[in-house]
């Protein structure tokens, strides 16, 4: 997925727009499940997840490829601030197509760094569906959520984690399209580590989980979830191939158990996770007895919640 040489290069583009992440074994949490968890907090970079740094290399290699025009994605929210938040430099213009019902704070920060955004279709899968259309007839460039130059940006946190915390045992992350461990694969086998990679995604939106039982893809009629991050369909067959070839398991938590995840990383931490963001750390607590004295690594991939929601979980209504 990606070479010494490409790593490189989206190091240096993505630090030229954002510092690196932190990433620290939080004693709190080894204390609660006895296991040495080593936090990647993506929740605290520009635009709150591990998005922007995808956003940050793909603009940069169109502006420097001449590429200019406009551009138009789907997506529930993160990659859509990502998309802005890197264009707006190169004065790119973005359109970002969002399903009905989508967060209303993540729809406020799009068009807050400058997005036409566009309301249409139940989930992710139908939003996409509409930006493919509208890419055809407003003459903009599709950009979608899985493509090398996002996972080559987004590789760059897996390189500052096991720069700082070594070989880890294992490293828990969630799955939305891919990018995210995809780019960890990538990483770990470019860096000669042995650390095994578990996917996590929610019981409702379980097609990655599916597909990697079944060895092919298999799409859901369905992804209901409030972790709005996981809500896929429908496998992308790249990253299905990636991961296949790279992770060790896919493991499946439910919102309660993403929510119990969520509560934890205030208390323990005092860091707001999205479910998305929190569904490693509930992955690592579904294993906790077969991680005991071990090192893991969990992403925290994004803190982007809305706060009406965020105080439901936290007053355990979920």
């Known amino acids: 997925m990606i070479t010494a040489e490409q790593l490189q290069e989206a190091r240096e583009i993505v630090y030229a727009g ?3 992440t932190l990433q620290t074994p939080w004693p709190l949490l080894q204390e609660h499940l006895g296991v040495e968890v080593w936090v990647k907090h993506e929740n605290h970079t520009p635009t709150g997840a591990f998005k922007v740094r995808g956003g ?22 993160n990659h859509g601030q990502s998309l802005p938040f890197a264009a707006r430099q190169y004065n790119i213009r973005v359109t970002i197509v969002v399903p009905k019902g ?23 899968n139908e939003a ?7 890419s055809k007839e407003r003459q903009l460039d599709l950009i979608g959520s899985f493509i090398p130059e996002l996972v080559h ?15 880890l045992d294992t490293v828990y992350v969630p799955v939305g399209m891919g990018s995210g461990i995809c780019s960890l694969i990538g990483v770990r086998d470019l860096m000669g580590l042995k650390t095994k990679i578990v996917g996590v995604v929610s019981t409702n939106a379980n097609a990655y989980a599916l597909s990697f039982r079944s060895g092919a893809a298999i799409a859901t009629n369905s992804a209901d979830t409030f972790a709005d991050g996981l809500a896929v369909r429908i496998p992308h067959p790249q990253a299905l191939e990636v991961i296949l070839q790279g ?17 934890l990383y205030f208390t323990h931490t005092h860091n707001i996770a999205e479910g998305a963001g929190a569904a490693a750390l509930a992955g690592l607590i579904s294993e906790r007895e077969k991680m005991q004295g071990k ?24």
């Open 153 to 167: 940006g987004v590789a760059t946190y897996g390189a500052e984690l096991f720069e700082a915390a070594g070989e």
């Open 247 to 263: 992770a060790e398991r896919i493991i499946e938590v439910s919102d309660e158990q993403i929510a119990r995840a969520m509560r």
């Open 295 to 318: 090192r893991a690594g969990v992403i925290l991939t994004g803190g982007n919640i809305d706060m009406d929601l965020y105080q439901k979980v936290l007053a355990k209504g979920l």
């Open 102 to 124: 989508n967060s209303t704070e993540k729809n406020q920060a799009m068009q807050a760094l400058g997005a036409t955004l566009v309301e249409h279709g139940e989930d992710f």
């Open 56 to 77: 940050l290399v793909l603009m940069a290699r169109r502006a420097r490829a001449g590429l200019t025009n406009g551009i138009i994605s789907a997506t529930r929210g």
């Open 18 to 20: 954002m510092g690196p």
């Open 128 to 134: 996409f569906d509409h930006a493919l259309q509208l």
